[in-house]
């Protein structure tokens, strides 16, 4: 079981993420949830694990930067924590990493080393910084065959496979299958304010580890079906490293995403 690190998050989740599983954060636009998976990545190496970072909307260094602002020591890890570069060659930058994908022209090379890694390291925590962006430059129905195919991949090794996702404007059968079939569970994330985000919330949409909904605490039958999430929605607040579960909302909707 990886934990999240984030109290609240691994409550939700019964504990944590088992070994084989994929979690994706499913969030509507605008919407600061990236500390998520750099919590876990950096949770699961804090305790002697691995760790495996799929970045292609920035660069490694500023991934890493990030870290020591947040006062996260990952300098001495190099055994234990691998970056894959999937933007420098984006913007025509040379890159000292290990893994590089050299030809962003098409998912095949990102497909190819993702897999052999997959399937030649210990079980590992991996991150990716952006699924949507890897959609937007490959497609739906290429990146959709690739992720069912690292999926399976992790679940054979013991991998945990964490991806971000920005829900825009894709079409809704490409939305529905992202919620419900490809991934283990689903984190849906929203916020509240038409043009400036005032508030955040997230709340569990999927978790086919857990499979009694009714049995999850004080939570109604009619909440779950009328809402479509298993859990309350709990606001929250970004801190610096900090994620502050700050309460629970039953009033919230966020039809947009659900």
């Known amino acids: 079981m990886i934990q999240t690190g984030i109290c609240k998050m691994d409550e939700l989740l019964h504990g944590g993420i088992p070994k084989g599983k994929s979690l994706i954060y499913y969030a509507q636009p605008g919407v600061d949830y990236g500390i998520f998976g750099l919590h876990t990545i950096f949770n699961t190496l804090k305790k002697g694990g691995k760790g495996v970072f799929i970045v292609n909307s920035t660069t490694p ?31 025509r930058s040379h890159s000292d990493e290990k893994f590089v994908i050299s030809n962003p022209d098409n998912i095949e090379e990102l497909d190819k080393k993702l897999l052999d890694l997959l399937r030649n390291s210990p079980a590992c925590t991996v991150v990716f910084e952006s699924l949507s962006t890897i959609m937007d430059l490959y497609g739906e129905k290429e990146t959709i065959k690739s992720v069912k195919g690292w999926n399976e991949i992790a679940k054979v090794n013991g991998h945990v496979m964490i991806y971000n996702f920005t829900a825009w ?14 991934f283990n569970a689903v984190v849906t994330i929203c916020g509240s304010g038409e043009y400036v985000i005032f508030s955040k919330y997230l709340g569990i949409s999927k978790l086919d580890w857990k499979k009694e909904p009714e049995k999850l605490p004080q939570y109604e039958s009619g909440y779950i079906m009328n809402k479509g999430i298993v859990t309350p929605w709990l606001e929250y607040e970004i801190n610096g490293s900090l994620v502050n579960i700050m309460r629970e909302n039953h009033a919230f909707e966020c039809p947009s995403l659900l």
């Open 61 to 91: 260094n500023n991934i890493r930067d990030t870290f020591r602002e947040f006062g996260w020591h990952i300098d001495f890890l190099n055994n234990d924590f691998v970056f894959v570069d999937a933007f420098s060659s984006l913007i």
């Open 169 to 182: 404007a894709y079409p809704r059968e490409t939305l529905d299958l992202i919620k419900t079939e490809l």
